[in-house]
């Protein structure tokens, strides 16, 4: 092995030290870490399973400070050890340990740059679950059918992540595809992750339903909001909220045709609508509903601040439902994010859900 590459690795060591001293500056690790050992004393105390909620908010919340903590740890205690062994077997000329020391520096740098990564996600929903919501635009068959493209491929995107993911409500096409689905994606910075979603996506191909085989362009709307948990506080009037039952539609066996176990929730100052009919009971689809409602009102409110802080932002792009994000120009396998530039080739790793490279841009980008 030659000299440079030993200094190469020697750098990248002092590298990966100071990316963990400056995150631990910019995470408030001490903070952290005090935090960490209250709430670890808090979730050993027999008490706590007396309260149920209370008990899944201290779980959470000591996952949420392990995260940063022990990472942090296991870096630092990474770097210490993997230098000193480092230069014990460069001096030794030990070129086999050298390779084996080597990768666990990637590992590390790997951990590192996935908490530099979560730098990005300043808003405070961002590590919740989240719902997403898929509705064809104008265009018959055509647009449903990309709809359901759309539908395939956030639901594969979560399950590449590792997400749960269920599906609220669907609607199928006349003929093929859907005309508007609701999903929930649960895991860690669900929402963080898919928050730069919302907008129009565009499609361009020759379309497999006309028979001249003409190009056609569709739209689709997606819609991405958070789930809201009891802790923040978002204030509903029941006398505000007209509630309809209906015979759930699509899949699920014969029961789940013959009952109204379906639940749509209209908030009637707002025109907001949620429906839920992914379960057999009326009561646990109307549980779901509600919080789909409170995760909507929040996101709406909290879109009316961004607006009220953006209006005067010369040039800001609209971040509203009319706003196109992206174009899938499928007979070219072309996929280009509007508002990043990011464009890509590999048209089947989007659609199976390879989401990341787009994610990645318009979060480093703040769109």
């Known amino acids: 092995m030659e000299a440079e590459q030993l200094n190469q690795i020697a750098n990248r060591f002092d590298d990966l030290g100071q990316r963990a001293e400056e995150l631990k500056r910019y995470l408030d690790y001490p903070t952290k870490v005090d935090r960490l050992e209250e709430v670890v004393r808090m979730s050993e105390d027999p008490e706590l399973w007396n309260d149920p909620k209370k008990a899944q908010e201290v779980g959470r919340e000591k996952k949420a400070l392990e995260d940063v903590v022990v990472v942090l740890d296991d870096v630092t205690s990474g770097v210490n050890d993997g230098r000193e062994l480092f230069e014990m077997a460069r001096a030794e000329d030990d070129f086999d340990t050298v390779a084996a020391i080597e990768d666990d520096l990637v590992q590390l740098e790997e951990r590192i740059a996935k908490l530099e990564f979560r730098r990005m996600f300043n808003n405070p929903m961002d590590p919740n679950a989240c719902f997403i919501d898929i509705q064809s635009g104008a265009g018959g068959t055509e647009a449903q059918d990309w709809a359901g493209m759309l539908l395939r491929m956030y639901v594969r995107y979560g399950e590449?992540?590792?997400?749960?993911?269920?599906?609220?409500?669907?609607?199928?096409?006349?003929?093929?595809?859907?005309?508007?689905?609701?999903?929930?994606?649960?895991?860690?910075?669900?929402?963080?992750?898919?928050?730069?979603?919302?907008g129009v996506h565009r499609l361009v191909r020759v379309s497999p339903f006309d028979s001249n085989a003409r190009r056609h362009t569709s739209f689709c709307s997606v819609f991405v909001y958070p789930e809201?948990?009891?802790?923040?506080?978002?204030?509903?009037?029941?006398?505000?909220?007209?509630?309809?039952?209906?015979?759930?539609?699509?899949?699920?066996?014969?029961?789940?045709?013959?009952?109204?176990?379906?639940?749509?929730?209209?908030?009637?100052?707002?025109?907001?609508?949620?429906?839920?009919?992914?379960?057999?009971?009326?009561?646990?689809?109307?549980?779901?509903?509600?919080?789909?409602?409170?995760?909507?009102?929040?996101?709406?409110?909290?879109?009316?601040?961004?607006?009220?802080?953006?209006?005067?932002?010369?040039?800001?792009?609209?971040?509203?439902?009319?706003?196109?994000?992206?174009?899938?120009?499928?007979?070219?396998?072309?996929?280009?994010?509007?508002?990043?530039?990011?464009?890509?080739?590999?048209?089947?790793?989007?659609?199976d859900g390879d989401l990341d490279g787009f994610i990645e841009a318009s979060l480093k980008q703040g769109v």
């Open 160 to 198: 590449r992540k590792g997400f749960t993911v269920e599906v609220m409500e669907e609607s199928e096409g006349e003929v093929a595809g859907i005309t508007s689905a609701t999903i929930k994606l649960t895991g860690d910075y669900a929402y963080g992750f898919l928050r730069t979603e919302t």
């Open 228 to 351: 809201v948990d009891d802790s923040f506080e978002i204030e509903i009037n029941p006398a505000d909220v007209r509630t309809d039952t209906y015979r759930a539609s699509g899949a699920g066996g014969q029961h789940i045709n013959k009952t109204d176990s379906a639940v749509r929730l209209t908030h009637m100052p707002t025109g907001i609508v949620v429906q839920c009919q992914n379960d057999r009971s009326q009561h646990r689809n109307r549980d779901e509903a509600w919080s789909m409602l409170r995760a909507k009102l929040y996101e709406l409110e909290l879109r009316k601040r961004m607006e009220a802080q953006q209006q005067l932002e010369a040039g800001k792009s609209d971040i509203g439902w009319g706003h196109q994000i992206r174009s899938y120009v499928f007979d070219q396998s072309r996929i280009k994010d509007l508002r990043t530039g990011y464009e890509v080739g590999n048209l089947k790793g989007v659609m």
